[in-house]
């Protein structure tokens, strides 16, 4: 097995999702707005088994392929949790996260989010070189 097929098939998953999502219920499959909207109680039919997906999808994994996903995580606590801030604080300033602008939003060739693309490239290039440097 080539190790680029859980990855490949994690992709393919994602997009899969996304599709029917839109396709079934006209929704945009970015995360952050489901996940806003679950925890505000709307739409919990839809949201709360789209959520459930993402968090069964080590368990599908372990069965697909017989071992859990190798998960590295070389940060401490401290940053881990000062980036899920930032990322929180920036997909609501972005409207949108990176599975809403990259997943759906690039297929539909829409101006804004291939802007936030390259924000959230860019900036994600700038961070680990910057970490990089700081020996973090």
Do not use: E
């Not at 109680?41 to 069965?63: D, E, K, M, R, Y």
């Not at 071992?67 to 980036?83: M, R």
């Amino acid at each position: 097995m080539t190790p680029y097929l859980p990855s490949l098939l994690g992709g393919m998953l994602i997009g899969l999702s996304a599709a029917m999502l839109l396709l079934l219920n006209g929704r945009i499959a970015g995360i952050s707005g489901i996940v806003g909207r679950l925890t505000q109680g709307a739409n919990v039919s839809t949201n709360l088994p789209f959520v459930a997906g993402l968090a069964l999808g080590p368990i599908v994994f372990l069965f697909a392929f017989g071992h859990w996903p190798d998960v590295q995580i070389t940060a401490g606590w401290p940053l881990i949790v000062v980036a899920g801030l930032l990322v929180g604080f920036g997909s609501r300033m972005g409207s949108g996260c990176t599975s809403g602008h990259g997943v759906l939003g690039l297929a539909r060739l829409s101006p804004r989010s291939a802007v936030a693309v390259a924000t959230f490239l860019t900036t994600g290039v700038v961070s680990v070189a910057m970490m990089r440097g700081a020996g973090l």
